[in-house]
């Protein structure tokens, strides 16, 4: 158990992050090279200041039309997409971790709030889950692979949380929270989790291109 | 939804462009053509957004087809992706002739490319350019809808919409010229003037059976004083309907004749007429296959012109409209080129009272007619009637609370409008703002 631990705290943990890093900067170059070959007007079109425009009203809740017609499913997806980045990041164990191998240490959430933001992560994939099974557009839409996504993105909240309250014995729910989280990284950038990267540069063309061309608000 | 079906049967029968297209297809065929599509005519764009759509279904809400028919998810945006793209790409092309007869009907019928689901994705996923996609398979699968196809045969063998020859052309030119010189004698319709300042263009339906416009605009022109020209050539007719059937080798042989007519002509600028797609073929599609990123000649749509008079009081209102009018944003030159409140301002300036529609500006709901829908002819008529009662809604609102006009400034918006106004009884009257400017101007006395 303790050598399986150390595989998966150790080289497990820097093959995901090299994957991660790696895969998104390999998914933008391809990209960028797609754009050079087949659609260099794509970069005549790009504005800067239209793009960011664009990125800002959406990254603002409630700052687009589409935002406001839906309250509710738009505090969820804020939240959740809030949560999911910060929780990680400024939870005590995880600092605690980075200060043990590289002497890194930032400000820490509190344990009880770091708790409660775990379950509301948690609560948002469930809202997910249950919303696309329910609503017929979405469902008629949905296939396997997009309930998996969901679940790779909820694996390791769910078992960093149940490890938190050491409701089972021994250190194998830490090890099944680590290796969901390196499998959740590795594999972001091949799948449609993706559009953690590629979301804001298809918002910022059409954002110049509203702004440039079309001047009109896509918002 | 049962009627829908009916109505897509119905379609079926009476659609030869697509059934007998869809018997001459062979699964080499479709794969063959499919793949060389998706393979060598995308790039980045087309690979980001089906990498990117994380299937929210937030488009759905902002089509009007999906509104209008109960909310029925077969007409969602993302859904017209799934019931063609996704399985063209998952089957590596390897798809059957149903699935092309039904694809050629979703992308030819069910969807105006107008855009304004773009707006209602969080990642800006251009549905409307992947309908655009599945239109140029069509295209090169030879499954286009009949009088779509007819159309685009039209634009390549005689450089316009409709059939009309040269001879023609010239002849209602002259023949509006007689007509508008009993009103006003010194008037006159310029052709061929080398070095005006401005050429002004029409879609072929105006000469075809709109010959009035072409004599409205000359008054405005003459009134204005403007230093305008018309050609006597190819090349005056700015519509482009090639450029929705996805036979963009068409769609830029037609721009390109409209430009260089242009060129030859030495004018500073294009002025066109109230049509909305023509604008997207001259100011979007055409110049950006011919290379340009912006229009190698300014274009002013008449919008814009008619703004640009109004406010520089070259044009003068004898009396404003009374009767209280309601305003329909066109897509293509609202969501595609900004007019919005340019045409706030004409309407304020010719017109008592504006009555808004809702919701309006870029997020107007599209027509039903345009993006060549309504060029696909009656076998489909029902399904646009039946696909936008959210814009009955509308105009029945506008109306409910005193409109009696509805201004569309924009061809294709006029028919599609003139549809529904007759199919839901509404009991609007449908004009341009050329009509109500003509009507209100001050003209030169006639001696």
Redesign the interface.
Known sequence: MHALYQFVAGPLAWAAFIVFLGGLLYRLIR??I??R???P??S??MSWRYGLR?IVH?LTPFG???WR??PVLTVVTFVFHLFLLITPIFLLSHIVLWDEAWGLTWWALPDVLADIMCAIVIACCVFFAVRRST?????????SS?YLILLLTAAPFLTGFVAYHQWTEGAWMTILHMFSGELMLALLPFT?L??ML??W???A???SE?GG??????? | MAETDKDSTKSEELDEGIEVGVRRLTPERIQTVINSVLGAETGARFKAYIQTCIHCGLCSDACHFYLSNDKDPRFSPVGKVKQTIWPMIQAKGRVDAAFIRRAAQIAHTECNLCKRCVQYCPFGIDIAYMMSMVRRIIHKLGVTPLYLQDTAHSHAATMNQMWVKGDEWIDTLQWQEDEAREEIPELRIPLEKEGADIMYSVIAPEPKFQAQLIYQAAVIMHTAGVNWTMPASMGWDNSDMAMFSGDNEIMGRVKRAHFETAARLKVKKIVMGECGHAFRSVYDMGNRWLGWAMPPIPIVHAIEFYHDLLKSGRIRIARKYDKPVTLHDPCNVVRGGGLHEMARYVVSQICEQLVEMHPNREHNYCCAAGGGVINCGPPYKNKRMAGNRVKAEQLFDAKSRGAETLIAPCHNCHSGLHDIVHHYEIGLDIKFFGDIIYECMEKPENP
């Open positions: 990209l960028l797609l754009v070959n087949r659609e007007f794509i005549s079109y664009s959406w687009t039309v589409r017609t839906m609503q017929p557009e979405v469902r008629f839409v949905t296939d997009d449609r993706g559009h590629l979301g540069l298809t918002r063309y059409m954002g509203f061309v079309r001047h009109a608000r896509d918002w």
